[in-house]
C-alpha cells in the first residue's frame, strides 16, 4: 500500500519551491527546477533508490531487479512548471512514482527487472515555447533547433542548460538504447473536469493528443493615434484580434479540437501609437493530425484574408509540430485497468487532451498513462488541487502496473 500522507506531503513541499501568490513559478532550466531536483533526489534516495542526473539534466532514480540485464520499467514526469502553475502537473508523476517504489521496497518486494522514476526536463515548453523537452533526449526526438531558442529575457536554452551545468554539445549521450526499456507509465492529473463530471478518481488514458505550436507575426504601420483616421490605418493589433476570433470560430467546428491564443506582443506598444507590428502565438491541438491540420490550414487561410482586407502583413512560423497523436499500448491500458480493479476503483478509459512527456515514449517502447481527478477541471493555474485521496488512489494504480510488468518477463 502506498503511504498518503507521506506522498501528499512531499507534493506540498516540493511546491513550496517557487511558489508565489500568482502560483508556482518553476520554470525549465531555471534555478528553481534545480531547485526542485535536488529536493526529488532526497525522496528518491529516502525511497532507497540509486540517483544519478543523465546527460540530459534529467534526474534518474533506480531500484534494481534481480535480473540486471532485463529491460527496465520506466516512469516518469516532468517537475516545471508554466508560469503561475500548480503543484501537481507533472509533479505527480515523479511523486507518485517514487511512493510506488518505496512502497514496494518497505514491503520487501523485490523484482526482476530495475524500475526507474525520472523527473524530466522542460516538458511544458513555456518558458521556450519550444520544448527542450529532457524526454525527448532519450528517445531521439529532439528538435536541436530549439536550442537557440530564447526566453523573454533572451536567454537561449543553450545559455540555461550550462547554468545548470548540463553541456549543450553532449545532451545526446543520453539517448537510450533500443530495447532498453519494457514499458514506459505516467502518472498525471487529468487537468480537465471528465473525471470530476463522473465521480470517478482514476482514468485509464487511451492515447495523447497531437499539438501543433507556433508564432504569427502581423505587420502593418505605426502611426499617430490621434491623427490617423480609421479608414487609414494598418493597424496590426485590430487584424491580429479578429484573427484571433476567426482561430477561435474555426476549432469548433472539430470534435475533440482546441485553439488557443496564450502570449501577444504588440509593437512598439505605447498607448498613443497604433501598433505598427503583434506577434502571437498559437497552440492547436487534436487526437489525430490529420485533423489538426486541417483546422490550422483552414485558419491559415482565414488569417491571410483578414490581413488581406486589412493592407497588413501575415507570417505563420511553426516551432513545433507532434507527427501524430500517440496511442497508449492496448496491453498496456489493460494491466491499469486490472490495476484499478486490484485498488477496488472502476474503469474508466479516456484521451489526453494535454500533451504529456510519455509521448515521447510511444515510438521507443509500449507506453501508458494513468489520469485523477483535477478539482473543477483546473489545471497551469494557481488553484489546480487533487486531493490526497484521489493522488493515493492514483499512485496505488501505478503501483501495482509497475509491480507487474516489473515481476513478469
Ligand atoms: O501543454 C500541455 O499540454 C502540457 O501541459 N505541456
Ligand atoms: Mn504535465
Ligand atoms: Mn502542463
Known amino acids: 500500500m502506498v503511504n498518503k500522507d507521506r506522498l501528499f506531503n512531499r507534493l506540498m513541499e516540493l511546491g513550496q519551491i517557487g511558489n508565489t501568490e500568482d502560483g508556482v513559478y518553476c520554470m525549465a532550466l ?3 527546477e534545480n531547485e526542485a531536483h535536488a529536493q526529488v533526489k532526497k525522496y528518491m534516495e529516502e525511497a532507497g533508490m540509486t540517483v544519478h542526473m543523465d ?3 534529467n534526474l534518474v532514480g533506480r531500484k534494481e531487479g534481480t535480473d540486471p540485464n532485463a529491460s527496465v520499467v520506466m516512469t516518469g514526469s516532468h517537475i516545471d512548471t508554466v508560469y503561475g502553475g500548480g503543484m501537481f502537473d507533472g509533479r505527480l508523476g515523479v511523486i507518485g512514482g517514487i511512493e510506488a517504489v518505496q512502497a514496494m521496497t518497505e514491503a520487501g518486494i523485490q523484482t526482476k527487472h530495475p524500475i526507474e522514476v525520472i523527473a524530466y526536463r522542460d516538458e511544458e515548453g513555456t518558458r521556450f515555447v519550444g520544448s ?3 524526454a525527448g533526449h532519450l528517445t531521439g526526438g529532439y528538435d536541436h533547433g530549439i536550442m537557440e531558442h530564447a526566453d523573454k529575457d533572451g536567454k537561449t536554452v543553450r545559455e540555461c542548460l550550462k547554468e545548470c551545468g548540463i553541456d549543450p554539445d553532449h545532451v545526446d549521450d543520453a539517448k537510450l538504447p533500443e530495447g532498453y526499456a519494457k514499458a514506459h507509465l505516467e502518472l498525471h492529473i487529468e487537468q480537465g473536469a471528465v473525471l470530476e463530471s463522473k465521480g470517478l478518481s482514476v482514468g485509464v488514458v487511451t492515447g495523447i493528443c497531437c499539438q501543433i505550436r507556433g508564432e504569427v507575426t502581423i505587420k502593418g504601420t505605426a502611426s499617430h493615434a490621434g491623427t490617423t483616421p480609421m479608414d487609414l490605418r494598418k493597424d496590426a493589433l485590430a487584424a491580429a484580434a479578429e484573427c ?5 470560430d474555426e476549432a469548433k467546428k472539430y470534435p475533440q479540437a482546441v485553439a488557443t491564443v496564450g502570449k501577444i506582443t504588440a509593437f512598439p506598444g505605447g498607448v498613443n501609437v497604433v501598433p505598427g507590428e503583434v506577434k502571437f502565438s498559437i497552440d492547436m491541438r487534436n487526437q489525430k493530425a490529420a485533423l489538426r491540420d486541417a483546422m490550422f490550414d483552414k485558419c491559415v487561410e482565414r488569417m491571410k484574408a483578414v490581413c488581406e482586407k486589412r493592407g497588413v502583413s501575415l507570417d505563420v512560423n511553426v516551432l513545433m509540430k507532434d507527427d501524430e497523436g500517440k496511442p497508449c499500448a492496448d496491453h498496456i491500458q489493460d494491466i491499469v485497468a486490472e490495476s484499478c480493479e486490484k ?4 474503469v474508466f478509459r479516456m484521451p489526453s487532451g494535454a500533451g504529456h512527456d510519455s509521448s515521447t515514449f510511444a515510438d521507443f517502447c509500449p507506453m501508458g498513462m494513468i489520469f ?3 478539482k473543477d477541471g483546473l489545471s497551469h493555474n494557481k488553484d489546480e488541487y487533487s486531493s490526497p485521496e484521489d493522488c493515493a488512489a492514483g499512485a496505488e494504480v501505478l503501483y501495482h502496473t509497475l509491480l507487474k510488468l516489473a515481476s513478469e518477463d
Do not use: H, V
Open 372 to 374: 485523477i481527478r483535477s
Open 132 to 134: 527542450y523537452s529532457g
Open 244 to 248: 484571433m476570433l476567426e482561430i477561435e
Open 55 to 57: 546527460a540530459a539534466g
Open 30 to 32: 531555471s534555478p528553481e
Open 343 to 346: 485498488a477496488g476503483l472502476p
